[in-house]
């Protein structure tokens, strides 16, 4: 069964204080992964799509990476606008959906 | 094309009732998805149709849910005799094939 884990859970950062979330997957044969964002009491916003390690992807902000085991989101410079929880899930093409991860609560403050 | 539209936001029902919740997709879009998240969790696969065609069923979908998406257009998703445990945000999500799956806004249900 497919598996994804975030870490860390829950991330405070002063504003300006890079760091990089992290996704570790188990799954057979990834087709791709996806990184979204959710704000409170809304859907998740899709962010990026990742299909082959090595690949990177980037917006404003943010810039996710893939290796063959895990995925990373690194914030650079962050603002409080970016406070929110990022969700990590893989689609792997045997079933029809993508599998989540529990996601990494951040917090940026002034 | 204001993305995937869910209706209600909000629904509050009295446990043993039945409610239905509607998700109007991007209307190019041909895969049609259902999720469930609750609080401090992931969303989780209940669903998927493609066009009319429900083709997949999560083990999460009891015979208390439904789901149809007639025409290929609309979907609706039904819980029949609500359970305390079925508050969740139920949130659903279309896509063109496999790219960019977009979520709505999500229902929000509350049995008491």
């Known amino acids: 069964e497919d598996q994804v884990t975030q870490s860390p859970e829950a991330l405070r950062l002063q504003e300006g204080e890079s760091s990089s979330l992290n996704c570790s997957y188990t799954v057979s044969g990834l087709r791709g992964l996806f990184w979204y964002r959710q704000d409170p009491g809304k859907g998740p916003e899709f962010l990026f799509t990742l299909y082959s390690a090595g690949e990177e992807k980037e917006k404003e902000r943010l810039k996710a990476t893939l290796t063959k085991k895990e995925s990373f989101l690194h914030i650079t410079a962050p603002k409080p606008e970016d406070s929110a929880t990022y969700l990590c899930a893989v689609y792997t093409g045997t079933a029809s959906k993508l599998t989540f991860g529990t996601g990494t609560r951040l917090q940026v403050t002034l | 094309d204001t993305g995937v539209s869910q209706n209600p936001r909000h629904k509050i029902t009295k446990r043993g009732q039945n409610v239905t919740f509607r998700c109007d997709p991007i209307s190019e879009h041909n895969r049609l998805y259902w999720y469930r998240q609750t609080l401090g969790q992931g969303p989780e696969f209940l669903t998927y149709?493609?066009?009319?065609?429900?083709?997949?069923k999560s083990r999460l979908l009891s015979d208390r849910f439904s789901a149809e998406r007639p025409k290929g257009s609309f979907s609706t998703l039904e819980i029949q005799r609500t359970e305390q445990g079925d508050s969740a945000m139920y949130l659903c999500a279309s896509s063109l094939n496999t790219d960019g799956y977009t979520f709505g806004s999500g229902t929000r249900l509350t049995v008491v």
């Open positions: 149709f493609q066009n009319e065609a429900q083709l997949e």
